[in-house]
Every structure is written in structure tokens, then in C-alpha cells.
Nanobody, 116 residues
Framework: QVQLVESGGGLVQAGGSLRLSCAAS????????MGWYRQAPGKQRELVAT???????NYADSVKGRFTISRVNAKNTVYLQMNSLKPDDTAVYYC??????????WGQGTQVTVSS
């Protein structure tokens, strides 16, 4: 089992920045990929960014050049630096972890609200 705890959401004006953090605990040696997803009201959950254990990164086109994902394996933590935020970025952001055995785990979510 893997437990994920997010922090760092909040309210910010358009053009501002936020940094999300996600700390993993439990069976951390089983984790391969970690990442962030988001779900806006009335929309499906969508990928934001992922990073593998060896540092391979994938971003959604909508956040490329504005968001940066990073991972500190020694701290079992993944970060999402979000710059140049837009109102369309408003959503609940979920941390996710995928194990080498292809099990998926989710955090409880953290709200990000960008005002215009």
C-alpha cells in the first residue's frame, strides 16, 4: 500500500504561481511513476504531468512551458511548480503514484483556484 498526501493548493490571481507537494509513504520502494492529475467541475480528470523513477517526464500540452514537475526520491516527494497560472487551471489537483506492479494510488486532492 502507498499513501499520498498533497499540500500547497490555494487561491491565486491569474499570472501568479503556486507549488504543490506530494509526500509518499508506505511501500515506497514499489513506486515507479509519480505525477499530477486535475479535475475541474463538470470535467473528467486529466493528466497534468508525470515523472518516472529515472526522471522521464511527460506534460500535458496545456501546461508545457508553465508547469514544472520534479521529484526528490530521497524524500519520497514529488513537486509541481505552477507559473503563469490561468483561470482555466482551476481544479482539484490529485497526486498519483503507479507501482512497478501497475497498481495506481491517489491522494485526497488539493484545490487550486485561479481568479481572473
Amino acid at each position: 500500500q502507498v499513501q499520498l498526501v498533497e499540500s500547497g493548493g490555494g487561491l491565486v490571481q491569474a499570472g501568479g504561481s503556486l507549488r504543490l507537494s506530494c509526500a509518499a509513504s508506505g511501500s515506497i520502494a514499489s513506486i515507479n511513476t509519480m505525477g499530477w492529475y486535475r479535475q475541474a467541475p463538470g470535467k473528467q480528470r486529466e493528466l497534468v504531468a508525470t515523472i518516472t523513477g529515472i526522471g522521464m517526464i511527460n506534460y500535458a500540452d496545456s501546461v508545457k512551458g508553465r508547469f514544472t514537475i520534479s521529484r526528490v526520491n530521497a524524500k519520497n516527494t514529488v513537486y509541481l511548480q505552477m507559473n503563469s497560472l490561468k483561470p482555466d487551471d482551476t481544479a482539484v489537483y490529485y497526486c498519483a503514484a503507479r507501482t512497478y506492479g501497475s497498481h495506481n494510488y491517489w491522494g485526497q486532492g488539493t484545490q487550486v483556484t485561479v481568479s481572473s
